[in-house]
Structure formats: C-alpha cells, structure tokens
C-alpha cells in the first residue's frame, strides 16, 4: 500500500519535475530536459497505475479512499484540510490524464526540437500535471479549486509560449480573462456550497446532500443555485456557449499543448466538476435541464462553425468544443458515467487528432491551411493511418471507441432519466456534422491533388518519437470504446459498473424520486417511457450510424467526387457560408457589447477620470501644496538686508503692540 | 523758570526714533542707513536723559554713557565694514550686497 499511503508522490513527482526544469533547465543541454520532463510524467503514469492496483484491492467501505495531509486553512468555522482522495472517478480521470499527458510529453520532444525556450516548454506541460492531477485528486472544493486556477494559469503560459508573436499573447490573455468570468460563478458556487453545508469536504458535503429533497423545477433552491454556479465555472473552463469564445483562439499555441490541455484533460475539467458534484445535481433538475440544453446546443451550434473553417487547428478546436457539449448533454440527462467515458475516448482520439495535426503541420514545414495541402496520404502513412482511425473514431463508426460514447449519451438523451427529444435531435445533428467535417478535414488533407508548391515544401514523415505516440493513442482510440463493452451490443457495461458507486451512492432515492414524480405532474418528459422506450431506442439506435454516413458521403461528394460542387454550394449559399466562416461573427459581437464599452470606460472613466484627477489629484496634490508653500515662504528669506530690516522693525512694532495691549488688559 | 515736560522729550524722541527706523528700512546707502542707526541710538539715549532726568535718579545717565561707548565701538567697527564692502563690491547700494559670498 505505498502508494495509497503516499498520494502526495503523484503530486510531487510532475512538481519536482517543473522546478528542476525552469529553475535550472536553461543550461542544460535538451536531452537533460527531456529525461527530467518526461520521466517525471512518466514516473507519475506508472505511480498511477501502482496506485489503481492498489486501489482494486481496497474493499467497498474503504472507498472514496480519503487522506487528510494538515490543516491548511481555519478560520472560525471555516476548516479546510489539504486532503486527496481516490475513487472510482478519480481513478479514471487519473488514468486519462496521466497516460495521455505522459504520450504528449514524449511527442513533445520531437514537435518541439528545434523551437528556444524548450526547458520552459517543458517545465510548463509539468506544471500543468501537477495542476490536473491536484484537481482530480482533491477531496474538497478549495484544493480542487488551487488545480482549477493552476491549470488556467499553465494554460496561459503555454497559449502564450510563444509570446513574441502578439496573436498568441492575445490568445493567452483571452483565454484567461474569459475562463475567469466563469470563475466568478465558480467562486461564489463554492461560498455557497460552505454557506449551506457548512464544509467544503465532498464526503460531508454529499452526506448532507442526501437528506435533502430534490427540488421543484420551478423554483431555485439552494442546490440549483449552487450547481448553476457551479457550472458557470466549468462553461468558461471547459469553453461551453456562450464562453467558448477563448478556446479557437488557445490553437495559437504548440500543437501538443493543444492536444493535452485544449483537448485532451483541462477543457474537461467542467464535465468532471459536473460529475464529481452529481449528488447536488441529480437534486437540482432545472441545472440539469440548463446543463443539458447548455451541452446540446454547444455540440450542434460549434459542429456548424467547424463545417467551414479552414485551418486544420481550427477545425479541430470547434470539434473539441462540440465534444464537450456532447459531455455536458450527458450529465445533464443523468448519464454521468455516459458523459465520463465520452470525455475518456475523447481524451485519445482528440488527443491523436491533434497530434496527428501537428505530424502533418510538422511535416509541411508550418503550414496550417488546408487548402494548402492535399495528397498527404502516401508522404507521412503512419499520420494518415492514424489520423484515419481517430477520424472515424470521432466519427462514430461503429465498433471504435466514439462510437460507443457518443451512442450512450444520445442514448441517454433519448430514453435516459431526464431525456427530451429536441437535445437528441440537436446531439444527433451535431453527430452529422461531425462525420462531414471531420471527412472533409481527412480528405482536404491526405487525399487529392496536392495544392502546395512541391519544390519548396519538403514533405517528410515525423521522427519515432512522435510517431510511437500516435500509433499507441491510435490503439485506444480504436479499442477504446470496449473498456466499455457497452450492451447496446450485448456486453456488460464495466465502465458504468465501475463508476457506479461514485453516482449512486448519494443519488435520490425512491422516496425523494417519488416525492418530485408527484411534484411535477403525472407525467414528466421521462416518464412513460418504460419498456415502450427501449422499443423506440432500438429503433433510434441506427440513427447515430446513419447520420455519421450522410456526413461522410457528403464529404466524400464534395471533397473527392466532386470537388467543384463544394464551390457551386459556397456561392449558392453564400451568406450563410460567410456567416459561419466568421464563426457567427460572435468575437465581433462580443467586441462591440464588452469590449469595446469596457475599454471606453477603462480609458476615459476609470483612467483619465478616476486614475489621473482623482487619484493622481490627491497623490500630486500634496507635494504641490508643500511647494507652493515653500516657495511663498522662501521669499522672506531673500539675503535682502532692508527687507530683513523691514520684518525686524515690523515685528518689534507689533511686539510692542501687543505688550502695550497686554498691560492695558492687566490695568484694567 | 517753567520746567519743560517730560511727554515733550519723549514724543521728539519717538520721533526720531521713527525717522531713524523708517530711514533704516527705505534708503539704500549704506552709509545713510548708518548715520540713521545712530539716529536711532541717540533718540533713545534722549529718552534715558529725560527719565534720569524726571526721577532724579542717575541710572538713565549711566545708561546713556554706555550706549555713547558702545555706539564709538559700532561706528568704528561698521565703517570699517563698510569701506570693506566698497571696496569689494564698488557699491554702497545694500540691495547689491545679497549674498555671503562673492
């Protein structure tokens, strides 16, 4: 049991990792970094998986397997105790981020071998783990929240690691000012939480929780108000509508960091969130609604901008969003475990689409555009081959590992405890427009005619320790979704076994259920549905499959059949193609409703009004008064010995005065 | 023989006491300025003189001749300053003698 005993070495080791590089890195010669920056992750991959053996040997009462290290903060009270925790849950998410992040540090030595700063490059990706692995791993809200920040902040300085150019610092800065609005919400949701519980420990905060009743869906209690808080924070951090304005833009920075951070694990954050505070939320129906709308309307609204982007970064950041909304829809029909396996198979075939983005950007010397490249297939195979299995990965091609995840939230969305048609139908059409997109990106990319310049562009396969870590994520993107063995195809869902503690434990219970069956009405959206709905879903099963077709033929029609006809369809619809090319001109919109007002104030308001009259009066303000008056005074002291004489002959005068006054008084 | 009365000798001392203090502050010889310091000092010793005088007593007397001694020493002294500051200075104008050091 070492490492049960010491949760704190998977947090020390990425730590140590990220001192040791940025503090002495910059004389080391790469290889130095490398073996410090990979092998701590390393390290704290195979920590993980010690920590998961151990970890299936503990008995049922035992977990969630808390450790209490000191009392960090206690004021009154207000008790906060440094503490981890390992569950179900974490276990999983442990898994993902340690097994992805430590795949993308290997690939990031060969992406990142000829870029500067590369000791800091790596010292960052460690600080992010160690940031990550605190978030998953804490047992209450306040440690949770020091990974939830930690991680915001390496993902500025990783979007802005190449801060020279302004886009990316832009970029950086963008991304942390709009994740803090959520944070905002984020804060006060944990107040709130410490305001009605009276702790910010999960275990007492869900034992307290599960007395409680669940809440009508009219009124906001305080456990929808907390979970709306809540979420406000993990839409900006995990870049949901209407805050998904920052994460297109984060692709300024590498590509592996894209990868890891704005793909695989941090962007996820909310939806771990979402899960880990599932016995609040299973008790506030109207979040769930909000979070269930929120992550339908995002996996549909982004799916349409990625249709015609042309930067295959780009392309591939609005999927990433629109995966998300599929995450969210998952948790907030209910399907917790639906919405954490997605966010597992998505961590490797987004993790591989972006890295295999990077193999190809890599090889074309920089280039981003799609319509700059073409005919790829044969130059870098292991890239295509790969990038072809996340495709249809994410795709949902039946059988790999999106299919099964994506089928089980739309499944959930369907028939689930808090299903509604219409978010099936936006999760059924985003998955439509998923298949089309991602095709067109396949097939713009690796197949037809080549459209750059053949003689400048040196087109050359990336070197092992990039391509190893394709093939390996290619392998759990394409066997991903058996973890799973969902039993949609007559397996036993492990994966929903599993976790089922973490999501149960403190769910509703039958009385509480029956009790909000009978506030809502006799019918609620889900009711009724019984066996008469697993009917309907075997009837709906297809029609992920078939969607997923219709995307790929269109793509296949526009892109390699017909390539002329993508241009007939963009001039017939011209203004819609404009509209979603500028990505609804939302950043537009924002600019003129925030930005620019805000600026206006900061300038005129706050900087020339308040800053510069005020403040600045006040702080000049003083000097300038000792100095008038000491110019005023210093002209007595003239070194003119008439006016030294005047002030003598004036002063004995008033003297006198005064004298004779003051005897006069004393006559009387 | 009627006796003079003492408010005579003081409002004629006070007087040029007053000529003596305004010539002070307004002129700007030097040399004037110090023939009306002595002014000045010889306005008061009238007043001493009267009081001695009026009391019958002899302090006033005694006074006068101090400041008579005292005022030789000064004259002696201050002209000597004077004839150093003309000649370092070619002014006798006070407004010109400003500074301490040249």
Redesign the interface.
Known sequence: MLLLDHLWILLALPLAGAATNGLLGKRWPRSTVNSVGVGSVSLAFLAAAELVREFSLLKADQIPYVKSYFTWIAAGPFTVDFSLQVDQLTVVMLLTVAFVGMLIHIYSTGYMAHEGGYYRFFSYLNLFMFFMLTLVMAANLIVMFVGWEGVGLSSYLLIGFWFLKKSAADAGKKAFIVTRLGDFGFTVGILATFWVFGSVQYGEIFGKAASMPIEANSQIGPLTAICLLLFLGAIGKSAQLPLYVWLPDAMEGPTPVSALIHAATMVTAGVYVVARMNPLFSRAPMAMLVVAIVGGLTAFYSATIGLVQTDIKKVLAYSTVSQLGYMFLGCGVGAYAAGIFHLMTHAFFKGLLFLAAGSVIHAMGGEQDMHRMGGLRKKIPVTYWTMLIATLAIAGVPGLSGFFSKDEILEAAASGPHAHPTLWILGLAGAGLTSFYMFRLLFLTFFGPSRYDEHAVHVHESPKNMTVPLMILALFALGGGWFAAPHLVGGTDHFEAFLHPVFQAYAPVGAQVAEQASLAGSAGPSSGLGSEAGELFKALAGWPVIVALIGFVAAWWFYIRRPESAERVRARFGALYQVLLNKYYVDEIYAALFVRPLLWISTNLLWHGVDEVAIDGVVDGVPRVARELGSQLRELQ?????SY??WV?LGAVGFTVLLLGLLGMAVH | MSVVPISYYLVLSAILFGLGAVAVVFKRNIITIFMAIELMLNAVNLAFVAFARAHGQIDGLVFVFFVIVVAAAEAAVGLAIVITITHNRQTLNVERVNLLKL
């Open positions: 003239s070194g003119n010995t008439r004489a005047t002959v």
